[in-house]
């Protein structure tokens, strides 16, 4: 089984993974995601890569792997079916753009998604949308996509929430080009495109 944890303060975790997690006897999540529950249990199976779950799957039968935010978006789910390893049920959590948005205040249908952790992905889509939700990693940094889309003639605000639901989240704005801090590589980036 799966569970998303959502964005990393267990405060946003829902009852239906908190019981899982209490209740499944081999638990196995990353760093991070294990060490803002350590309330709820102590015996995580700690993993550092993903592909250590394959060698997890062989040895145990029943293991409940946890993801961050929701496994559906850009996580755990989609490395498991490429990998063809059956997902018997997976357990929502709130994705790190959600909680990002609602704190924004802005809506976010038919907006423009994009992953760039660990990923070559490219940020020419931005271009046609209003609204872009891009994450991040330790190489595609908020100030580098700043950059790279000023330098591609877009023009308009972007927002970065870096540690979001942590006690040291930080939500900045600045106009797209303009320089910024990168503080962690944990952020989300909202572009909002003034476009014709
Ligand atoms: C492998 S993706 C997983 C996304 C996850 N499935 C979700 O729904 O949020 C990891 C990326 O999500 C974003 N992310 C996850 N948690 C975050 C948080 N608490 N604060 C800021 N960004 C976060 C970052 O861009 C991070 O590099």
Redesign the pocket.
């Known amino acids: 089984m799966v569970a998303?944890i959502g964005?990393?303060n267990p405060r946003f975790l829902t009852m239906e993974v908190k019981d899982a997690i209490e209740n499944f006897e081999k638990v196995v999540a990353f760093g991070r995601v294990s060490n803002s529950l350590g309330h709820i249990r102590k015996d995580f199976i700690r993993i550092e890569k993903i592909a250590h779950i394959d060698k997890l799957l062989e040895e145990y039968e029943d293991i409940l792997i946890l993801?961050?935010?929701?496994?559906c978006?850009?996580?755990i789910v989609e490395y498991l079916k490429r990998e063809n390893i059956k997902i018997e049920k997976i357990l929502p959590?709130l994705?790190?753009?959600q909680y990002m948005m609602a704190k924004l205040g802005i809506t976010w249908q038919g907006a423009n998604f994009l992953?760039l952790?660990?990923r070559k992905g490219k940020l020419e889509s931005v271009k046609d949308y209003k609204l872009s939700i891009i994450?991040?990693?330790k190489d595609n940094t908020p100030s580098r996509i700043s950059k790279s889309l000023y330098e591609m003639g877009v023009k308009g605000r972007i927002y970065v929430?870096?540690?979001?639901?942590?006690e040291d989240e930080r939500i900045i704005k600045a106009e797209i080009g303009k320089k910024i801090d990168d503080i962690t590589?944990?952020?989300?980036v909202v572009i909002e495109n003034e476009m014709d």
């Open positions: 998303g964005p990393g993801a961050s935010g929701d496994p978006f850009y996580g959590g994705s790190s753009f992953s952790h660990g994450l991040t990693d929430g870096f540690n979001l639901s942590y590589p944990l952020a989300v």
